[in-house]
């Protein structure tokens, strides 16, 4: 499916064996200013979550962008580029930019 130019944007991520310590809470110190720029907003931050089927395992972090092309932006920028060592080095797990879809989506929109 294609993004839309229109459509919201989403780095998620789902962290697992965060190491807490002074370089993760130097990159959470550091990491709402390389947003700014980019439009970009926490709407999910780990948390307590109610496993409904399988095991969760994890903290599930999403940020919106406006779109596609400043989700990019933010991520190879130099400002998050300079702190993300802080992040990987300390923690595992994948990190992926996905579109968002439209109010009007559908379901079975994924056929098409």
């Not at 720029?37 to 599930?60: K, M, N, S, Y």
């Not at 190879?76 to 923690?91: E, G, N, V």
């Amino acid at each position: 499916m294609a993004e839309h130019e229109t459509s919201k944007a989403y780095a998620v991520a789902i962290l697992q064996e965060v190491e807490v310590g002074p370089e993760i809470v130097t990159y959470l110190e550091r990491i709402d200013a390389t947003l700014a720029p980019f439009g970009g907003r926490f709407i999910i931050h780990g948390g307590e979550v109610t496993e409904l089927e399988g095991a969760w395992q994890g903290d599930l972090i999403v940020i919106e962008f406006p779109d596609g092309a400043a989700a990019r932006g933010w991520y190879t920028s130099p400002a998050y580029r300079a702190i993300l060592p802080l992040r990987t080095a300390h923690s595992k797990g994948p990190a992926i930019v996905i579109p968002g879809v439209g109010a009007g989506h559908a379901a079975t929109d994924v056929l098409v």
